[in-house]
């Protein structure tokens, strides 16, 4: 009796592999990459990012490049990253960003109209783990803009950064008037004038990442020169790594040096190490950002930044605007009753036109300090 034919039995000569492609089965299991170090960017330009080792106080630059695990993740001035590679600091080498630690706060911005996309207006992230944001503004020529001021405000305040506003030029007029104009925000400031010292704001910037943004004319890059006296030459290092562009436009973080017994300042630029004790800080130059679009800051956000103007909504009508067009808003009698300044109210509603698209902020008044 014939038997059924028995079932062939494969084996491994049995798999078919394709020529030129690899049988190696695929994962998702990154490497660990345990042998990477901490860093701090301190410069972004065109996919490449200049970094310094915080912990062994050298402060020459690496340049390093993004790397592939990480995605659409992006990398700014003021995040703290791992690197793997050479990370020497040598000319001619690149290391790579294999992580980015946690941010403790973003300091975002709205791109002005010139910037706009078809989907919207761009929203930028200006640094990452700012711990303070310094207005500089002079008190004359030019004269105070309360409504840069307000806008920065508005921006710390949604970024839970500290604010700090510091009034130049203070030779050529007092800072009764603006410091009225703020009365009720109980906002921190310091004034500077030519040769006077600078030990109060190098104290407030001690220990801190400080961001400083200020319009043409105020003196915030006579300020910076003196604050880091090799600030040409550590910007002219730092461009290195995006030959061809000048590095005045985009971001750059600084270390600000020691000072020593009588006054003295340590230079301590890139390729130079850190003085040691008390950690001086690092401020953020933005010689690029003379705005702060708050498109992306919600209204109720918005508001934060006016706490004087906070309680006088608290029994406002459902679903008021708070706009000049709102009939009944509660913020007019607030004002009315003189429990909050008129001035602060028109600034705050200039402020919601803006951010609904209702014309172009930078022509708006700014408000009268006589």
């Known amino acids: 009796m014939d038997l059924p034919p028995r079932k062939r039995e494969y084996d491994e000569d049995d798999v078919r592999i394709r020529p030129g492609k690899s049988s190696r089965p695929r994962t998702r299991t990154r490497p660990k990459h345990d042998d990477a170090v901490d860093a701090l960017v301190i410069t972004v330009d065109r996919g490449r990012y200049g970094c310094v080792r915080e912990d062994t106080g050298d402060l020459d630059v690496i340049t390093a490049m993004r790397a592939r695990e990480l995605g659409r993740k992006s990398v700014v001035v003021g995040d703290r990253v791992a690197l793997v590679g050479d990370s020497s600091g040598d000319a001619g080498t690149l290391a790579r960003i294999v992580r980015i630690s946690e941010r403790t706060s973003v300091l975002r911005r709205t791109a002005d109209d010139d910037d706009t996309t078809p989907e919207g207006r761009l929203e930028r992230v200006v640094v990452a783990n700012a711990d303070q944001l310094v207005i500089v503004s002079a008190l004359s020529d030019p ?5 840069f001021i ?7 305040y949604d970024a839970d950064v500290e604010p700090l506003l510091c009034l130049t030029k203070s ?5 009764e008037q603006v410091l009225d104009y703020y009365a009720e925000l109980d906002l921190p400031y310091v004034l500077v004038g ?3 010292d600078l030990d109060e704001l190098r104290d407030r910037l001690a220990g801190r990442i400080s961001v400083m943004v200020g319009h043409s004319g105020v003196g915030k890059s006579t300020l910076v020169n003196r604050l880091v006296p090799d600030a040409l030459r550590a910007v002219g290092v ?4 995006g030959k061809g562009r000048h590095t005045s436009t985009s971001a ?15 230079k301590a630029g890139p390729g130079k190490k850190a003085g040691k004790g008390k950690d001086p800080g690092w401020i953020v130059d933005t010689p690029g950002i003379r705005s702060f679009g708050l498109a992306h800051v919600s209204a109720e956000s918005l508001l934060h930044g006016f706490p004087d103007l906070v309680e006088g909504t608290l029994e406002d009508q459902p679903n008021c605007g708070h706009t000049a067009a709102d009939t009944g808003c509660t913020l007019d009698a607030w ?3 003189g429990r909050a300044d008129e001035r602060r109210l028109a600034s705050y509603r200039r402020l919601l036109a803006s951010r609904a698209g209702d014309g172009d902020w930078r022509d708006q008044p700014e408000a009268d300090l006589k």
């Open 143 to 147: 004269p105070p803009r309360t409504g």
């Open 150 to 156: 307000d806008r920065c405000l508005v921006a710390a």
């Open 171 to 175: 030779d050529l007029a007092g800072p």
């Open 194 to 196: 030519p040769g006077s």
């Open 238 to 241: 730092v461009s290195a790594i």
């Open 252 to 266: 750059v973080a600084l270390r600000l040096p020691s000072v020593g017994k009588g006054g003295s300042v340590d």
């Open 335 to 337: 004002v009315a009753d």
